[in-house]
DNA sequence: TTAGTCATGTAATTGGTTACATGATTCG
DNA sequence: CGAATCATGTAACCAATTACATGACTAA
């Protein structure tokens, strides 16, 4: 069975234990959304296909008047899981419109080319402050628990990656911005040089 | 106007130089795929859009039975595109099934996530590797018009940042790997401390 | 009591890929 | 002459967001 983007998120969510889709939802805003979003509307029918195809299955948990289901992985669900998590790696996408722009800058508007690079460093710097924020709230989440629990290992390695990443990215930007103000206001340009 | 993913990579395209929808794809596919790619299926569709609002305009360019049509930016589109340039940005948007991967693997199969690390990173060094071979190709491409032509200035700066964050990426996901293999082997554990 | 959150779901629309279909020209 | 490349386009399908719709429970 070939699995969908939402069905990998789904499976590798209910392999530490049971879900509701809504959890799943907010388990995939804080953490994963940065590089696997997903929303509802994804959600909730990739449940229902996952269950037909005997992958997970939901146990009814509804409190009171309000409905529940969490859903657990099968024995065949966690084969699949396995399976998925040991192919080579293959979806490695990126939309970066701030990128798009610093590409065309020199061409539609080359006075502002400067400030494109510095906005879209900031971009970048405001992505590493949201992401240390979710980072320290799942530390401290996890650490009443004690030692031994280890609450989200890799939650935290996936928020550690993308602070770094997004700071080191605002850096260049922040130096490619220099650069371009300098051949923008004196210097020859032209020679090779970056 | 509202400008969709494509409007904007073609109007940019065409700011540079009239351009025909068989040059756009092969622009987009060496150096701007990697972060703003774009199918035929949606840029032709595209074209004629952005020519029926008035920002493109297309020029017969058939040599002998080959039709061909160039297009290039009106007046209104020159507006529109300094105008989506000074727009601060918003689209930023990933998806990375290594990173994926490793957030699940302590879940899924703890023995193999210093395995998927290090796939992860020679994913990046791969990637790197190919952005460093295109960006060869333009500046040797780019050369012989001598200078002042400054061919494509944009094309190797996001080239050069393509292959610079890749190239960090693969360090980063490595020493991930280390780290996983230390625990994994010997080591207490536990300890928060990476 | 009302705002917030828990909880599930669908419908409309948009976005995008892949595959298909067609045909001319050019270069080895 | 055959393969590669130039060149344009459509149809089927899949992916995904947004907005909508519904309702219960909880804490201020």
Chains 1, 2 share one sequence.
Do not use: C, H
Request: charged residues 30%; without cysteine; glycine residues 10%.
């Amino acid at each position: 069975m070939k699995l969908s983007a939402t069905g990998k998120v789904i499976l590798g969510m209910l392999a530490a234990k049971p879900r509701s889709g809504y959890e799943i939802k907010q388990l995939v805003d804080s953490s994963a959304r940065f590089f696997w979003a997903a929303s509802y509307g994804q959600i909730y029918p990739e449940l229902k296909k996952l269950e037909e195809a005997g992958l997970i299955a939901g146990d009814d948990s509804s409190r009171g008047g309000r409905q529940r289901t969490v859903f657990r992985l099968t024995s065949g669900g966690k084969r699949a899981a396995r399976e998925w998590i040991s192919r080579p790696p293959e979806v490695l996408e990126t939309r970066d419109e701030g990128l798009l722009k610093l590409f065309f800058a020199g061409s539609i508007d080359a006075r502002r080319a400067a400030e494109v690079a510095r906005e879209r460093g900031a971009t970048s710097r405001a992505k590493a402050a949201e992401l240390r924020l979710i980072a320290e709230q799942v530390e401290a989440a996890g650490r009443p628990e004690g030692p031994a629990a280890e609450p989200d290992a890799g939650s935290l390695t996936v928020l550690r990656y993308g602070i770094e990443i997004n700071e080191w990215a605002a850096d260049w930007f922040e130096r490619a911005a220099e650069d371009l103000e300098r051949e923008a206001t004196g210097a020859v340009s032209a020679a090779g040089g970056r």
